[in-house]
């Protein structure tokens, strides 16, 4: 009767869900533009972090293009529906656990949000998204090794040049002994250049030891172009005694 009365509507294209469905209908579910970076050696989105911070494998669920994604990210980030970002975290850990994505990795640390837009949205959507992985994979989610210090502009409309000055310093270290040497997975909801994933890496590298990243967001921006494949340099990363962080890259010739 409260179905009859209250319909559950379609996060994609808004229309009525069946009783079996959850937040997105079989139909937009089955044609999110799946990226299947998790299939590849070495991804795009992997290849946007080399030389920004010590990448292990990155991947996203889907292509931020086309009605239905956008959509479903719109009422996620801005219509009060966080669940969804808990249904989509557990659809991207159940889709993208059979290549083994997940190996190895000790935490989940999502992305901060500023708290001016906390504030106004009374949730953060990536806490919810690192919830359902965490549920799928059992992988504990960390929530207070980094904050946002900053209230900075939103990205939204934002050149690539002026992102990254946008996000310059925007992150504190505040539990540095909960990360230092884990392998961490960041979890953020739609990357575009990468900016603010690899600021908020780039702080949680100065809690020191061999931490190392992997990355996985909902949704990729721009276009689906593949780029080619490039050998994944080695990693060496100390720390001075002003605790900045300095990463090398040597030679490969493999």
């Not at 000790?106 to 998204?129: E, F, G, H, M």
């Not at 000055?165 to 250049?193: M, R, W, Y």
Request: glycine letters at 6%.
């Amino acid at each position: 009767m409260l179905d009859f009365l209250f319909p559950r509507l379609c996060a994609g294209c808004g229309r009525r869900l069946a009783s079996s469905e959850k937040h997105l209908c079989c139909s937009c579910l089955r044609e999110l533009p799946r990226t299947n970076y998790h299939l590849m050696q070495t991804s795009p989105l992997e290849q946007m972090f080399w030389g920004h911070i010590p990448i292990e494998r990155a991947t996203a669920l889907f292509f931020f293009t086309g009605a239905s994604p956008r959509n479903a990210i719109h009422r996620l980030k801005y219509r009060n529906a966080p669940h969804i970002g808990e249904f989509l975290g557990q659809v991207l850990a159940e889709e993208v656990s059979e290549s083994r994505f997940f190996e190895s990795i000790d935490c989940i640390v999502p992305v901060p949000l500023a708290t001016q837009r906390l504030l106004s949205r009374k949730y953060n959507q990536c806490d919810w998204i690192a919830k359902g992985i965490s549920r799928q994979t059992g992988i504990p989610v960390i929530r207070d090794a980094v904050k946002r210090v900053r209230n900075n502009r939103t990205q939204t409309h934002l050149s690539a040049e002026d992102r990254w000055e946008n996000v310059d310093n925007i992150f504190q270290l505040t539990s540095p002994e909960k990360v230092a040497g884990k392998h961490i997975l960041l979890i953020d909801d739609v990357v575009t250049t990468g900016a603010t994933t690899i600021s908020c890496a780039q702080t949680l590298m100065k809690a020191g030891g061999d931490i190392r990243f992997s990355v996985a967001a909902l949704a990729m921006a721009g276009e689906k172009t593949l780029c080619e494949p490039r050998p994944i340099p080695d990693l060496h990363i100390s720390a001075d005694e002003s605790e900045s962080v300095i990463i090398e890259f040597p030679n490969r010739s493999e």
